[in-house]
């Protein structure tokens, strides 16, 4: 039985990979030809460049004793050459044709969804024919709602998601749409990470219905994502800080670099999701758990508020485009713990915030209240250590005599023996020894 499911089996299989086999070779050989095409061009172009100069100087040693015979006949030189080069372009150009029309014969005849990662993982921008044509081709998948695209994994979905950008710029909104509509929940972290820089990206922010529909498939995933991994909520919240831009701190000033860090959990690919990611789960977080995180933790989330004010606003338009939840988390967050490091933080966020269009009213509100809370803090602090400072007896100095020495005779007295460091009963112990 084995051998008769092999001898039934294989046939299918062979012509599968036969079939994905000359479909990759295909796509080859475009790429291939057009390459060679380039390349073909800048030889006719420099031997061109180099034939001139030389029938020049060919001609002047003849002047005019050889008369028009010799002209000519330099004239059918260069005819010749030109035409032997026409006929070596049109002979390759025709074979590039012939190459085109099998590739195009074989993406209008596909039915077999196995032959789509092929597609996805070939698509090139440098190859803008190549490209839509392949686009099409997925087009023609996508836009089958009969079909569930069971041939497509996580990884293809991931290609796909990477290539948003690529699709905007050249125009095809509906690759964009069908895309979005068919994408699979649950989705896996690096595909809502590519869809989270797609919504925060500058091609889609002006187009505002495709936005709006960005937003809505971001939100359906969002709702069967799993942020913490399975792991406890303090050491997630640490990881998912770990993936912002963090500042380089030097004396409390503020650095206009950022970084992003590797982890083995999660990915440092995109901050897009962090952001989204730290929006839900501080205010999952206690106070007493968000106190126990490091300073410098605590203060890459109060940095990633703005942002830097100098260099780049790409923090500030993540934080706009994906949503104020961020924000809102981090600001409730310094408001119940009342952690006075992040009024520098505040001040900054609230005199550079206030200028940038894309703040919120609420968060402007929300964020100078907050600051408030933290001054008046500060000065009642600031008071009860005043007040304090003159209950406080000042420390005595460490080596301060016990008493004057008034006798001469005790002048050999080793000198040690008057500091308070040494106890007074040994010290008296070692005055009868010496008397």
Known sequence: METKKRAIWSPVQNTDSDAKTRLLQRIKAWKTEEYRARL?????????????????ILREPLGEENGIGSAIGLHVLQVLICGVLLGLELLAGQNR????????????????QKLLPALISSLDATHPKLNHLLIQT?????????QELSGLVSADWEQLCSHLSLFLSEGEFEMVHLILQRLPTPA?????????????????????????????????LLTFFDFRFGLPLSEVVEQWIQQLPFPYLDDGFFATTYSLQADAVIEPRHMGLAY?????LLPQLSTEMFRQLSKYHRATLYWNLLGSPVASNETSLHLARLGPQYAHAVLDKIAQAGDLDALAYLNRFVHHGMLQEWVPKEIRQKAMQTLLELEEQAKR????????????????????????????DRSQREKHLLLRGVPIACANENESQHS
Request: aromatic content about 10%; proline content about 7%; hydrophobic content about 45%.
């Open 381 to 408: 602090e600031e008071a009860e250590r005043l007040l304090l400072r003159a209950s406080v007896p000042p420390p005595f100095p460490k080596e301060e005599l016990l008493r004057p020495i008034l006798k001469e």
């Open 97 to 112: 044709r012939m190459a085109q029309r099998e590739l195009i014969q074989q993406l209008e005849a596909i039915s077999d």
């Open 188 to 220: 896996s972290p690096r595909v809502v990470s590519a869809l989270a820089d797609f919504l925060a990206s500058d091609e889609l922010w002006p187009l505002d219905i495709l936005w709006e529909e960005t937003k809505e498939s971001l939100d359906r």
């Open 276 to 280: 989204l990611a730290l929006g839900k």
């Open 138 to 146: 997925l087009k023609r998948f996508l836009a089958d709602t009969s």
């Open 40 to 56: 073909r061009w800048l030889g006719y172009f420099c031997v061109l460049f180099l034939l001139l100069p030389c029938f020049t």
